[in-house]
Every structure is written in C-alpha cells, then in structure tokens.
C-alpha cells in the first residue's frame, strides 16, 4: 500500500493522534476511514444532484388525490395587496 506524508499544525496532528488511539486504530488508519467516509459523502451529494436534475422541468402537476384541480400562478399571485 502507498504511503502518503501530510503537513499540520501540532495542534491538529495531537487531535488526530488522540481521537484514533480512542478509537484503538492507528493515525494512518483514522485518517484513511476519514477520507473514505468524504469521498463517500461527495459521491452521495453528486448521485443527488444528477438525479435531480436528470428529471427535467415539471409542466404538469400532479393530480390531487380528491380531484380538485391545482390553482394557477395567476390565481396564487391575484391579491389586492400584490396592485
């Protein structure tokens, strides 16, 4: 497996060495689990995204299920106070 050198401050390097011997695992190993867990996240979020916007503008909205038509913009926005 590579190895890989990082550059902190000894503040943070005291944390990470701390919360991975609590966690009874090496500073490499703590560091490694972290990075996963990002990459994770962010390939998560881009999933997201892509579906999102693979589904394109709605033009129709959903039918209620009691069969009342959906008010338009215009009946939304016409009030007295909006003239």
Known sequence: MPNLTITADETTLRRLRV???TRNISVSRFVGELLKE??????????AMTDFFSRG???EPEPRDDGR???SRDELYDRK???
């Open 38 to 47: 990002k990459f994770a996240a962010d390939d998560a979020y881009e999933c």
């Open 57 to 59: 503008p709605y033009l």
């Open 69 to 71: 038509a959906w008010p």
């Open 81 to 83: 106070v909006l003239r």
């Open 19 to 21: 919360e991975a011997a």
